[in-house]
């Protein structure tokens, strides 16, 4: 089970997601999959939570230079945990999940391994998706990483979006909150 670390401080929102809003269409991009193959958003049927993230470690492998000194750059990996633990929660809604970062598929082959991650992590190691959709970034050591932030899609439209995050080890637990609290306000209607 995932710790959920809640000293983390709130990140202001800096808008730089607010053009992400319900309707908007998801660009006819077909991103690669640790699974093998690709996966394009726009054309997957049903709802689909798609969490980004700018970067997970790796045993033997330094963080990119000045990362701790940047708010919100780490928890991508207690943020997939968070994921992973609650994959059969989503799933028992018909719910997919998806992790999206610009690190390349052998790196998330590596992880989804290690970490037992039973859901596709896609690679937009390309910046394809960054740009069609202009995700916000940040620079780290001369490179730059997609900023943290979680769409909620729905027959490739975005039907919501969580941005900023802040405590990415609770942040699948948020998203679920934010589900059951959207399926309590429809029954009470």
């Not at 997601?17 to 077909?30: R, T």
């Not at 394009?40 to 993230?53: E, F, I, T, W």
């Not at 997939?80 to 390349?104: M, P």
């Amino acid at each position: 089970m995932t710790t959920i670390d809640t000293k983390e401080a709130a990140l202001p929102d800096d808008g730089a997601a607010g053009h992400l809003v319900p309707g908007a269409v998801l660009p006819d991009i077909s991103l690669p999959s640790n699974r093998g193959g690709t996966v394009n958003l726009s054309a997957r049927r049903g709802v689909a939570v798609v969490y980004v993230y700018p970067w997970t470690g790796r045993p033997g492998f330094n963080d990119p230079v000045g990362w701790d000194s940047i708010p919100g750059a780490h928890g991508s990996t207690p943020e997939t945990e968070g994921f992973r633990d609650h994959y059969l929660k989503f799933r028992a809604q018909r719910i997919e999940v998806f992790g999206i970062s610009t690190q390349s598929s052998d790196h998330h082959r590596e992880l989804a391994t290690r970490l037992a991650v039973p859901f596709p992590l896609l690679s937009d190691e390309r910046f394809e998706l960054k740009e069609a959709l202009n995700l916000p970034v940040f620079e780290a050591g001369g490179a730059l990483y997609l900023k943290r932030l979680t769409m909620l899609i729905r027959d490739g439209h975005i039907s919501h979006t969580f941005y900023p995050v802040s405590t990415p080890a609770a942040h699948a637990r948020e998203v679920l909150n934010w589900l059951d609290e959207k399926r309590r306000a429809a029954a009470s209607s």
